[in-house]
C-alpha cells in the first residue's frame, strides 16, 4: 500500500511495512530489537528503513552512536508515520486504535497533587485506552526525542516545535537539610538561602540563579542531573535546592525537609505536546486534565496538597 508523497521520489513505493520498521527501531532503539518485534531478520529491517529514508529523501535515523536515535526530521516524521498507520490498522478494525497506549512524560512531580485524580478518572472513562506515565530525565520528559506523547512540564519552555497549556501554578518551596539551622522556620526567603551553595538540577529542573536578584545570589552552586541526586545532596548537606510545592508530596525524604518560600514567584506547570498529527486521544487529556484542576481546585481532596521541585 503507497501511503502519500515524500520529498525524495515523491514517496513512491512506501508501503504500511515501511512505518512498521521504522516505528519499531524508534521504539526499540535498535535494528536488532526492532527485527525481533517484528519477527524478521536484521538485514530486512535494515534494508526497509533504509529504503523509506531514500524515498522521502531524508535520514531519519542517526547511527553515529550504539544506541540508535532519531535525527529531528525522524522525530517529525514519527508522529506521523504513527498517524498513518493508527488510520491504516483503524480502517481495517476499527476496535484496534483503541488500545493504542498514550504516554505521558514527567520529569519530576508529575501532576502533583492531581496525579492520583488524573490517572484514577482516565481509568474510569476509558479503559481501552491505556495512560502510561513515565520519568524522564530531561527538561521535555523524552517529548522532543519522541519517547513520549505529551509531558507535563514546569517552568517556562521555549523549546521549537512544541505547544503548551498552563493547567495551574504552583508555590515554590526550599528543600533543606532535616537536620540544619532552617529545617525548623515555618517558612523562609530566597536571601535566607544564599549563605550555602544552591543545589539545581540542570537537566529537568526548574531552578536556576536567576531566581535570585542579580546583586543577591548564592555564592556558589552545586549541579547535578535528576532529582534523586538534587534530594541526596540537599540530605547530605551540601546545599539548599527550590522547587515547587508538589515536590514535597511527591518526593517525600527522611533526610530534606520542605519550607515555603515567601517571595519566590509561583511555578507554572504545563501540558506540552509537539505541534502536528499526535495520538488522537490528546485533546481528551487536555480536556481531563482541566477539569480535574478545576474539581480539585474547589474540593481540596483531603489526603492532598499542592507540592514542587
Not at 10 to 27: K, Y
Not at 32 to 44: E, G, M, S, Y
Not at 287 to 304: C, D, F, H, T, Y
Amino acid at each position: 500500500m503507497s501511503t502519500g508523497h515524500g520529498t525524495g521520489n515523491g514517496g513512491r513505493g512506501i508501503e504500511i511495512r515501511h512505518l512498521r520498521a521504522f516505528l519499531a527501531i524508534a521504539d526499540e532503539g535498535s535494528v536488532t530489537r526492532a527485527a525481533t518485534r517484528l519477527r524478521v531478520t536484521q538485514p530486512v529491517v535494515s534494508r526497509t528503513l533504509a529504503a523509506l529514508e531514500r524515498a522521502l529523501g531524508v535520514r531519519l535515523v542517526d547511527r553515529s552512536t550504539h544506541h540508535l536515535a532519531l535525527t529531528p526530521e525522524g522525530v517529525a516524521f514519527r508522529d506521523k508515520a504513527t498517524a498513518a498507520v493508527g488510520a491504516f490498522d483503524e480502517a481495517l478494525d476499527p476496535g484496534r486504535l483503541r488500545h493504542w497506549p498514550l504516554r505521558l512524560g514527567h520529569a519530576w512531580s508529575a501532576f502533583g497533587p492531581y496525579t492520583t485524580p488524573l490517572l484514577r478518572t482516565w481509568q474510569q472513562r476509558y479503559p481501552s485506552t491505556p495512560l502510561e506515565l513515565l520519568r524522564i530525565d530531561d527538561r521535555t520528559a523524552g517529548l522532543t526525542r519522541g519517547e513520549v506523547d505529551a509531558a507535563l512540564l514546569r517552568g517556562p519552555v521555549d523549546t521549537p516545535g512544541l505547544a503548551t497549556e498552563v493547567l495551574f501554578t504552583e508555590g515554590r518551596v526550599a528543600a533543606v537539610a532535616a537536620d540544619g539551622p532552617l529545617a525548623g522556620r515555618p517558612s523562609l526567603s530566597l536571601a535566607d538561602l544564599t549563605g550555602a551553595p544552591v543545589v539545581l538540577n540542570t537537566v529537568s529542573g526548574a531552578t536556576t540563579l536567576g531566581l535570585w536578584p542579580s546583586d543577591a545570589r548564592p555564592a556558589a552552586t552545586l549541579t547535578v542531573a535528576n532529582t534523586d541526586d538534587w534530594l541526596t545532596a540537599i540530605a547530605a548537606g551540601r546545599g539548599n535546592g527550590v522547587s515547587g510545592a508538589s515536590t514535597a508530596g511527591m518526593h517525600p525524604h527522611a533526610g530534606v525537609t520542605y519550607v515555603p518560600l515567601d517571595d519566590a514567584p509561583p511555578l507554572p506547570v504545563l501540558l506540552a505536546r509537539r505541534d502536528g498529527p499526535g495520538h488522537p486521544a490528546l485533546p481528551r487529556l487536555a480536556a481531563l486534565a482541566r477539569e480535574i484542576v478545576a474539581r480539585e481546585q474547589r474540593e481540596p481532596p483531603g489526603n492532598s496538597t499542592p507540592q514542587e521541585e
